[in-house]
């Protein structure tokens, strides 16, 4: 328990100096900087409307993260993210049309869908690992890369909406979105099933027998082993089950905010999950207000920007900010302990 | 006749936490001689070389190169000052090519900075014709056998004109023809004034290649002898001559137990490697005994160990347990089938450091702790509790295992051991590096199992341990077995010695 209070008050330093840098750019970027400080740090809390996107724009930030921990707890690592919150969006909306007379058991029908390709794309990273010793990290990578291309060629080609202006596919009908919270704010209840998922992990990872042998395997692989324990499984798992993460929180988004696959909607989501992992320490449970938090500073930015001289770059070098810092106060933990492996 | 030698080590000593690895340990060596260095596993031997190789720092004494008298904190200064080291497993680059793993860091260079590869070939072939080595400066390593490969780190040494090389156990993965090839090689270097100093146990090498021999016992030099003037019998007496008590009371097996597990005629080979590294080894272990496996390091009883704890594969033989046949099962079904183990690396193996002492104690024996696919967490905390307090762990539950002392990692590992354990248990190097405390608990822990009439398997490179506790003794030399002989009064420890090293005829 004592190394979660420190990573605690890491991740916390780590903030109060993001939000120092934050505040300095502010002042030296903007004419009215007071101005641009109140809207970066206040905005997102100044109606419900904005206060609705914010936490909108945390859900798929919720499961991201939930992904990138429970790979790193089995010691993997899934740079997919990207790919696999693409695939699992276009999935859920192309069977989302497909399904469309089956009302809201289409829907869950759908969201399964797209939750599980991304999980079979992400396990097959792991699988290779079991079966060959490649990188899962490599090979995560490249399989998304090359997904969001084919992707985009079938948004662009054989599932456009010729009825739209935007790249997109076909919506999905009324009757099978998710519902709002607080409209007309992105906010739907999908936010809910984030935070569920995120007690299932938790409860996955520490209550159960599947959990136990998944994390053990990822701490002590040669204990394992020694164990008995079902290394050959636990070792593509932890990808599978962090790719489903992923694209559940790509189908989320299509059901909850955008009701179609947009192209390029995953555009830097996958990433942020990785910082959104990275400042909870891998622990599902502050995995919540890690996303919080970072969808507090990315809308901040959103709003400073719409309201005061600040321009966009100011919202991607405050983003750029966090990540760095909280990956070296990650490493420097890692560091720390002996251990040179990134856990 | 008042030569300065080539090293002066005087009074070094060397403190490990609990353990006194050297104290105040001497010795000269000349300019020219080859000297043997030898004693018992953990006497301290590879402590004192480090020591002269920079790898670790005396915590007193001082050490003379040629007179002088140096600090060496890094194996940079000893390189500097013409100390190589081979390395017991070599470090040869893999894809490099034999001139340019001799010649790393030194190559022959144009203009100040480009590689001279023709002229660095010349070079390391011209040291390779000098001393007759069987070695071509243009081949891959990865192409050489494994005698070639400990020729090419040799050759590293004398590519930098290094005046004293340091071998560690240097024809422990040769054969008889490389090794004599070795030995006219090493003799030819020490005519040219080569100091060669050779970490070995094994007699016949002793006598057929050294000046001087060295003995080491428990940190001490108990002797330094011509080896013109001893025979091979005075040096294994000086080397496991002297026992220690350890003060355990001995128990005898009541009766004869029947047979638990079963090894017959089991052979172990690398592709790699033509030695075999287990050879026809069978036995028995019967119920209610303590089955002692006694050997030097090298010949085989960490591939014994392998092999009973399944990550190791047999090429011949079979093994059985309770009359099933389990050979070539990995250690997740050896689990399923009752395995209970306590192996030599307790740290990377028998333990998850990372994670809580409860979590260490359940991982073989989950189905006991569930309810369906969940953990039942108030069964796991009431068995950790009585494992804890049972075993006297310094712990709590929740505390991760990277905190805990050695000792209190082995009882940890024990104490759930123990509770797998139906009629056999496997336990190597039980008491390594352990204080006198906890390795008395262990013996106990044992003897404990025994009258559970647990087949008890000991593998130990302590011979002291071996004659305290087990009941009959295996003795392993060479990857065969050398001899089986019950544990009585009267079985002379110098005669055991000797089978380890391979000098008796093996008698059951």
């Known amino acids: ?343 | 006749m008042n030569e300065i030698p080539a090293i002066q080590l005087e009074g070094i000593s060397k403190r490990y936490n609990d353990v006194q690895a050297l104290d105040d340990v001497s010795l000269d060596v000349r300019r020219g001689e080859i000297i043997c260095l030898a004693g018992e596993n953990g006497a301290g031997k590879t402590t004192l070389m480090k020591i002269l190789y920079g790898m670790e720092q005396p915590d007193s004494g001082t050490i003379r190169i040629d007179g002088k008298e140096v600090s060496l904190r890094s194996p940079l200064d000893s390189a500097a000052l013409g100390i190589g080291m081979v390395h017991q497993h070599f470090m040869l680059v893999g894809g490099f090519t034999v001139a340019q793993n001799a010649a790393l860091g030194i190559e022959k260079k144009r203009f100040g900075s480009i590689l001279d590869t023709k002229a660095t070939e010349d070079f390391v072939q011209k040291k390779i014709d000098e001393f007759g080595l069987s070695l071509k400066a243009t081949d891959c390593v990865d192409s050489l056998t494994v005698g070639q490969r400990q020729q090419a780190e040799i050759l590293r040494l004398l590519c930098r004109n290094d005046r004293i090389m340091i071998l560690d156990e240097p024809t422990s993965v040769l054969t008889e023809e490389e090794v004599s090839r070795l030995f006219s090689h090493l003799k030819a270097m020490a005519g040219e004034g080569e100091t060669i100093v050779l970490i070995t146990h094994k007699l016949d090498e002793i006598k057929r290649i050294s000046d001087r021999v060295a003995i080491l016992t428990k940190g001490r030099m108990t002797a330094i002898r011509r080896t013109s003037d001893v025979t091979e019998d005075e040096i294994s007496k000086l080397m496991f001559g002297s026992s220690v008590k350890l003060g355990i009371p001995r128990q005898r097996a009541s009766e004869e137990g029947k047979t638990v597990l079963s090894l017959h005629n089991v052979c172990v080979k690398k592709q790699s490697q033509e030695k075999p590294l287990l050879c026809h080894v069978s036995f028995d272990a019967r119920a209610g005994e303590i089955l002692g496996f006694a050997g030097v390091s090298g010949n085989g009883l960490g591939v014994l160990e392998g092999v009973l704890g399944g990550f190791i594969r047999t090429s011949e033989g079979t093994i059985t347990l309770r009359g099933q046949d389990i050979t070539g099962l990995p250690t997740r079904e050896l689990r399923k089938n009752g395995l209970s183990y306590v192996p030599a690396d307790r740290i990377a193996m028998g333990s998850c450091a990372k994670a809580t002492v409860s979590e260490n104690l359940i991982a073989p024996m989950l189905g006991r702790f569930s309810l369906g696919p969940f953990l039942d967490r108030r069964r796991i905390r009431e068995f950790s509790e009585d494992r804890i307090s049972k075993f006297g762990i310094k712990a709590s539950p929740d505390e991760t295992a990277s905190s805990l002392s050695g000792g209190n990692i082995q009882k940890m590992i024990l104490s759930r051991e123990t509770v797998l354990a139906e009629d056999c248990i496997v336990l190597s190097q039980p008491t390594w590096g352990l204080d006198r405390e906890s390795s008395q608990f262990v013996y106990l822990q044992m003897q404990e199992l025994r009258k559970r009439k647990i087949a008890v398997i000991l593998i130990s490179y302590s011979l002291d341990e071996i004659l305290a506790v087990a009941d009959r003794i295996v003795i392993i030399s060479k990857g065969r077995i050398a001899g089986i002989m019950d544990n009585k009064e009267g079985l002379s420890r110098e005669k055991l010695g000797r089978m380890m090293l391979g000098k008796e005829d093996r008698d059951e």
């Open chain 1, 1 to 343: 328990m004592n190394s979660g209070y420190s990573r605690a008050k890491g991740a916390f330093i780590v903030i109060l100096i993001a939000m120092a840098i934050i505040a300095a750019l502010c002042f030296v970027l903007s004419e009215t900087p007071v101005k641009a400080l109140s809207l970066f740090f206040i905005g997102p809390f100044s109606s419900l409307y904005s206060l609705g996107n914010m936490l909108a724009s945390s859900t798929v930030l919720i499961l991201g993260g939930l992904g990138v921990s429970i790979a790193m707890k089995g010691s993997s690592f899934n740079l997919g993210g990207e790919g696999q919150i693409y695939l699992g969006g276009f999935v859920a909306a192309v069977s989302g049309v497909a399904l469309q007379d089956l009302g809201m058991l289409g829907t869950l029908i759908a969201i399964a869908a797209g939750s599980l390709a991304s999980g079979a794309i992400a396990g097959f990273s792991g699988w290779c690992r079991m079966k060959w010793k490649t990188s899962e990290m490599i090979s995560s990578f490249l399989l998304s890369s090359a997904l969001v291309m084919v992707i985009n060629y079938l948004i662009t080609g054989p599932f456009l909406d010729p009825g739209s202006n935007l790249l997109t596919t076909q919506k999905v009908p009324q009757a099978m979105r998710l519902s709002k919270i607080l409209p007309p704010s992105g906010l739907s209840t999908a936010i809910l099933i984030a935070i569920a998922s995120a007690a299932v992990i938790q409860a996955y990872l520490y209550r159960t027998k599947g959990g136990y042998s998944l994390r053990i395997t990822g701490m002590s692989y040669r204990y394992a082993v020694y164990s008995g324990l079902n290394t050959r499984v636990y070792t593509w798992l932890p990808m599978f089950l962090s790719g489903t993460l992923y694209g559940m929180g790509g189908a989320l988004s299509v059901f909850g905010t955008y009701y179609a696959c947009v192209r390029d909607f995953q555009s830097g989501l996958g990433w942020n999950g990785f910082a959104v992992a990275l400042i909870a320490g891998s622990n599902p449970v502050l995995v919540i207000p890690a996303a919080l938090f970072f969808a507090w500073i990315q809308s901040g930015a959103r709003i400073a920007m719409q309201g005061s001289d600040l321009t966009s770059q100011v919202a991607s070098i405050a983003q750029a900010v966090i990540f760095f810092l909280i990956t070296c106060e990650a490493f420097g933990r890692t560091r720390k302990k002996g251990g040179v492996s990134c856990k």
